[in-house]
Structure formats: C-alpha cells, structure tokens
T-cell receptor, first 115, second 115 residues
C-alpha cells in the first residue's frame, strides 16, 4: 500500500518569508513518481513538478525549490520570498509504478501568505 | 487555456435528483480519473478509466457511476443525490505512457451541494 503524509495542515506566513512544505511518502515500489500540485481558491489543481525515484537531484524553478531525499522518503517543497499569490493549498502526490498511473495524494497543506 | 473541461462549475440540487457531471478532454489521453475532494481538502480516487469501455472503481467507495463511450468524454452520474454527496468532484486525464512528465491534467472541478 502507498501513503503520502503532509503533516502541516496550515501554514501562515508574512509576505517575503520563506515557507517549506513537508511531504513524506511510503511505497514498496522501487520505481515511482512524486508530484506537487497547487490548488488556488478557484479550485483547479495546477501541476508544479514531477520527480522520478531515480532522480534525486534537487530542483529550482524561480522561487520554488524541491528537496528529494530517498533516504528519508521525503520530497519537501520550499517557496522563497513568498507572495500573496502563493496562497493556496499544496498537494504532494505519489504514483508507484505498480499502481498503474493512479495518484495517491497527501492531505494537503494550506498556505496563507499575508501582506 | 484548459484542455479538460468540467461542467457545471457549481451545482445546487435537491435530494433524490439524478445528476450527471460532465468531463471532456481534448488531448486524446487514454486515462481519465474522477476524484472526490472533501471540504477538509483530501482527494480520493473514486473512478478511473484506461480507455474506451474500460471503467474501474477507485480507492474510495462511491455511489456514483461512470461511463467511457468516447475517448474524450468521461461523465459521472449520481442516480439519487443525497446531502452526503456534497463535495467537489475533480476530473483528470493523463497519457498512457510513463513519460508523461506533467502527470495529470485536472479540470476546474464541479462543486456539488445537495440540499
């Protein structure tokens, strides 16, 4: 069975602060894919990043960065110099190869960035 | 511009009514999914399809049914709506291959309220 845990339910920061969202996953598969999605108040889920289990390189995209550590089964997401537009719910998701392309989502972390 | 469309965006309906939530995608994806999202944010897979005439139940038991008569169309039906069906329903699609780096593409969702 696979599981994704996002321990932080809600994080509140002031604009320009950095915020890190934790994601811990469980799977028995050696091949799997990890994702982060953003859900703004409008409701749709927006793809942010995909990482496969063989690629532990950290990634930076603008103010976003991701830290993938297989040793701790974690795939954390950091927003640097947060902005009000970053306010949203962020979901971490896992797709083990054996699951046939079905995503398992974490419970989500609501980020509130105050001006 | 969205390549996957869900209608209606919002629906308020009385108990006992039959409803169909529409989902269409223009990307030619073989795989399509329905997720139910609790008010508390968690996303649960309720139905999926790997192609025409293929439908399977997801991890969360649901009284809804789906059909896949055309590749681009994956409607969800509730024969008799109840207040417990109040939720947001998100439709998604993905390519069949593991090389689909963007993972799922999600629609904007249907917010269903049964009164």
């Amino acid at each position: 069975a696979q599981k994704v845990t996002q321990a932080q339910t809600e994080i509140s920061v002031v604009e320009k602060e950095d915020v890190t969202l934790d994601c811990v996953y469980e799977t028995r598969d050696t091949t799997y894919y990890l994702f982060w999605y953003k859900q703004p108040p409008s409701g749709e889920l927006v793809f942010l990043i995909r990482r496969n289990s063989f690629d532990e390189q950290n990634e930076i995209s603008g103010r976003y960065s991701w830290n993938f550590q297989k040793s701790t089964s974690s795939f954390n997401f950091t927003i640097t110099a947060s902005q009000v537009v970053d306010s949203a719910v962020y979901f971490c998701a896992l797709n083990p190869k054996s699951a046939g392309n079905k995503l398992t989502f974490g419970g989500g972390t609501r980020v509130l960035v105050k001006p | 511009e969205a390549d996957i469309y869900q209608t209606p965006r919002y629906l308020v309906i009385g108990t006992g009514k039959k409803i169909t939530l529409e989902c269409s995608q223009t990307m030619g994806h073989d795989k399509m999914y329905w997720y139910q999202q609790d008010p508390g944010m968690e996303l649960h897979l309720i139905h999926y399809s790997y192609g025409v005439n293929s439908t399977e139940k997801g991890d969360l038991s649901s009284e809804s049914t789906v059909s896949r008569i055309r590749t681009e169309h994956f409607p969800l039906t509730l024969e008799s709506a109840r207040p417990s069906h109040t939720s947001q329903y998100l439709c998604a699609s993905s390519a069949l291959t593991e090389e689909d780096a963007d993972g799922y593409t999600f629609g904007s969702g249907t917010r269903l309220t049964v009164v």
